[in-house]
């Protein structure tokens, strides 16, 4: 089986918990190799929000890279990946993207799977939206990327938060063909 490359990032919006549970839920499928961004900001969203520390965050990833080492592989093209997920994708890094303001490896290597033509899935968290927000993500699918909001689903009965988590956690998965059984699926039942 050929090892899928995966490169995760977590940027400073609300809802870092999503990014987490993906590394966390990845660590155990061994055809998968995340590769993992936090961003400075996702720092202080991990503090805030969530019981993990920085460190355990790192440590569910196979690789991990600092954000401002924008020598990284994952910086470069010729890195050979199945693509890159910002989750939750803040507008700050939302904008980096679409006018490839690479200051940091998080934009860089957003940019870098878009012109490579390779998947960039983006989770975007901010509410409530103004125009130039909106603008921003109709031009990054018009760049190719895709926009896959953190909105739950009510169809499968979520009974918990991690129910609500797993559920945007699995959409993911299922773009990248990644096999789970985090969500009931409306054919389930
Ligand atoms: C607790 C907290 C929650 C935040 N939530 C959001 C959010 O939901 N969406 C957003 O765009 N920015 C949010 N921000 C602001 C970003 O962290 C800030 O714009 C930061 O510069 C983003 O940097 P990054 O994209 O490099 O991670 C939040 C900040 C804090 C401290």
Excluded at 74 to 98: D, E, H
Aim: glycine fraction near 6%.
């Amino acid at each position: 089986m050929q090892t899928k490359k995966l490169i995760i990032a977590i940027s400073g919006a609300s809802g870092a918990i999503y990014g987490i549970r993906m590394l966390e839920v990845l660590k155990d499928v061994k055809s998968v190799e995340t590769h993992a961004i936090i961003s400075t900001a996702a720092e202080k969203t991990i503090k805030f929000e969530t019981e993990y520390s920085i460190d355990t965050v790192r440590n569910f990833a196979d690789f991990y890279y600092d954000p401002a080492d924008i020598s990284a592989s994952i910086a470069s093209g010729s890195f050979l990946n199945s693509g890159m997920v910002i989750i939750p994708c803040s507008m700050k890094s939302l904008s980096g993207i679409v006018n490839s303001y690479n200051d940091n490896l998080l934009t860089r290597a957003a940019d870098v799977t878009l012109k490579e033509k390779r998947k960039l899935i983006i989770c975007p968290r901010e509410t409530p939206l103004h125009k130039g927000h909106l603008e921003l993500l109709l031009r990054l699918v018009d760049y190719g990327g895709m926009v896959l909001p953190p909105f739950p689903a009510f169809y499968h009965s979520p009974q918990t938060l991690s129910d609500i988590i797993d559920q945007t956690v699995g959409k993911v998965l299922d773009q990248f063909d990644i096999k789970h059984s985090l969500y009931k699926r409306w054919s389930e039942g």
